[in-house]
């Protein structure tokens, strides 16, 4: 499952900027871009659970 977290975080992070920056809100493009930066650092940190495929060739 954490494997799919950075997917997941990416998404989440492209949905809030999309409806973030449509509803017309005092400070609204501030919190909005803070959350999707937020998100998209929970996606690089989730990048190491990502399968290498080089690693599990030199094992072999």
Same mark, same amino acid.
């Given at each position: 499952? *954490? #494997?799919?977290?950075?997917?997941? +975080? @990416? ?8 409806? %973030?920056? #449509?509803?017309?809100? #005092? =400070?609204? %493009?501030?919190?909005? =871009?803070?959350? %999707? +930066? @937020?998100?998209?650092? +929970?996606?690089?940190? +989730? ?6 495929? *080089?690693? *599990? *060739?030199?094992?072999?």
């Amino acid at each position: 499952m *954490k #494997r799919y977290l950075t997917a997941i +975080f @990416i998404g989440i992070s492209i949905l809030i900027l999309i409806i %973030g920056l #449509r509803i017309d809100v #005092r =400070w609204n %493009g501030i919190v909005s =871009w803070g959350l %999707g +930066f @937020i998100c998209l650092i +929970f996606a690089a940190y +989730f990048t190491k659970y990502i399968p290498n495929d *080089k690693d *599990k *060739k030199d094992i072999e």
